[in-house]
């Protein structure tokens, strides 16, 4: 049986490891063919030469990741251990950076690979597509670059708007003005907002309509200039509703779409406007298109586990 010893010296073992070494179960799991010891700063693997070489080159892979985020978890190691290369788990070294110092110091930044593409292709393109199941942080990562956008003074106003599919008739049923008809639908974006911005200033920016938080149906005929629009949950807008949102796009805007094509609550037989979107623009130049999955889910760790069978019984029953 061949031996392998990786020694680690300029990082925290500790940290590496994991609590209670989760991290070594996590390699245990991908290589059960291997025996992996790890105590105080060292790592003795045994097992065939091959595997024994696969392993090296993936450890490498991850001590590399964790020198440059000094961050490990689940997310990471999956996405490390099953890439084909470095390209499919890495990205620019700017796109991992902090984008906006929230409320309380917290700071808001990209934290999954395929998150931090959407960084880099909001940083080089105008319009961008952020496609991908709940929980993948395309809205909150969207904000994160609006507020950041508006901070730095790149753009005058943030307009964020989903299409008020889900409420649809019932709007009218429900009491009170129109703003408080819409606050609980539009809720998610108000919680990102709420994360990177003090609350008196937020009630400040929505008041001066700094920031303007309206569903679909108040874009049509206006032009968006100076701004960072997002349109969430775009997979619920019609071809007509997506043709007029984005050809409203005035100059020096930036616009994200973000959707789910796997949660569509249009009436059957009526296209979405997001999947067809993606069809007819995928070959333009300047537009952005960004798949997440699973993988970038950074809610608890039985979402992840609840899209994968959702997604099993899917394809089987499709």
Do not use: W
């Amino acid at each position: 049986m061949n031996e392998l010893i990786i020694e680690l010296t300029e990082i925290n073992p500790r940290e590496f490891f994991g609590l209670q070494n989760s991290n070594i179960q996590l390699l245990k799991k991908y290589f059960p063919k291997l025996k992996i010891v790890a105590r105080g700063s060292k790592m003795k693997v045994y097992g065939d030469e091959d595997m024994l070489e696969e392993f090296d080159i993936r450890l490498n892979m991850l001590l590399e990741h964790f020198s440059k985020y000094n961050k490990l978890d689940e997310n990471v190691i999956e996405r490390v251990l099953t890439s084909d290369s470095k390209e499919d788990y890495e990205t620019s070294a700017n796109s991992g950076e902090t984008l906006v110092h929230g409320v309380g110091g917290k700071l808001i930044k990209a934290q999954t690979a395929n998150q931090r593409k959407l960084v880099e292709s909001c940083n080089k393109n105008d319009m961008v597509f952020a496609i991908g199941p709940a929980g993948t942080g395309k809205t909150y990562t969207g904000v994160a670059l609006a507020v950041r956008a508006l901070k730095e003074k790149q753009v005058r106003r943030i307009i964020l708007t989903r299409p008020a599919v889900e409420a649809g008739e019932n709007l009218g049923f429900l009491p009170g003005d129109l703003k408080e008809k819409l606050d609980p639908y539009m809720q998610p974006l108000y919680d990102a907002l709420r994360d990177m911005i003090p609350p008196e200033k937020l009630d400040s920016f929505i008041e001066k309509g700094v920031i303007q938080i309206a569903p679909m149906a108040f874009m049509r005929g206006r032009t968006l200039d100076n701004a960072f629009v997002i349109l969430d949950e775009a997979q619920n807008t019609t071809h007509a509703q997506m043709k007029m949102f984005l050809t409203r796009m005035g100059k020096n805007a930036k616009f994200i779409i973000t959707g789910d094509p796997g949660q569509i609550d249009l009436p059957r037989r009526v296209t979405s406007g997001l999947k067809e979107a993606l069809l007819v623009l995928k070959n333009i130049q300047g537009i952005g298109m960004i798949y997440l999955d699973d993988k970038d889910v950074i809610r608890h760790k039985l979402v992840k586990k609840v899209i994968s069978a959702y997604k099993e019984i899917e394809n089987r029953n499709g």
